[in-house]
């Protein structure tokens, strides 16, 4: 089984409806399409990537099945994306997946990086941890 197939298994048996979650590399968003179907109607997902070719591909993926409503798109560092989050105070949030890399058959210099994925994780352990407070 891929990671990725192990990841999305996990990840079917946590998430339920009106949870609200966020992919932290939104790529081309086979990711954000998983989460969105996971979180239903009622849930929320935040899509982050630096890049705004991932942001329009995974629009496009998301567009294509009708769940564009439930999505957030954001163009951004993730690591500045998930501090601003925090700042906001107000996510509740069930799950955060990160797929590290580059862009399928886009510019392969535009890819994760140690540094600002570490910060992105530590403001997401602070965010998965706001969670609980609020469960
Ligand atoms: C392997 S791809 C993600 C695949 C995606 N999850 C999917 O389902 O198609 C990695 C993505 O991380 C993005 N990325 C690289 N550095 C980033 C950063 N600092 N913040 C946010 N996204 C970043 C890239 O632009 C690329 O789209």
């Known amino acids: 089984m891929r990671l990725t197939e192990k990841v999305h298994h996990i990840l079917t048996n946590h998430l339920k409806e009106?949870?609200?979650a966020i992919d932290a590399?939104?790529?081309n968003g086979y990711d954000t399409l998983?989460?969105?179907e996971q979180v239903g109607p009622s849930g929320k997902v935040i899509a982050i990537d630096i890049q705004d070719c991932a942001i329009r591909s995974?629009?496009?993926?998301?567009?294509s099945a009708g769940l564009?409503?439930?999505?957030?798109?954001?163009t951004d560092d993730h690591a500045i994306a998930l501090?601003?989050?925090?700042?906001?105070?107000?996510?509740?949030?069930?799950?955060?997946?990160?797929?590290?890399?580059?862009?399928?058959?886009?510019?392969k210099s535009i890819q994760?990086?140690?540094e600002s994925t570490e910060e992105a994780l530590a403001a997401s352990i602070?965010?998965?941890?706001l969670a609980d407070t609020f469960a």
């Open 18 to 20: 009106g949870d609200r």
């Open 25 to 27: 590399t939104a790529g």
């Open 34 to 36: 998983f989460l969105a």
């Open 58 to 63: 995974t629009r496009e993926k998301l567009e």
């Open 68 to 74: 564009i409503d439930r999505v957030r798109l954001v």
């Open 83 to 107: 501090r601003k989050l925090i700042e906001d105070d107000h996510e509740n949030v069930a799950a955060i997946t990160f797929n590290l890399g580059y862009l399928p058959g886009s510019d």
């Open 112 to 114: 994760t990086r140690a």
């Open 126 to 129: 602070q965010l998965l941890t």
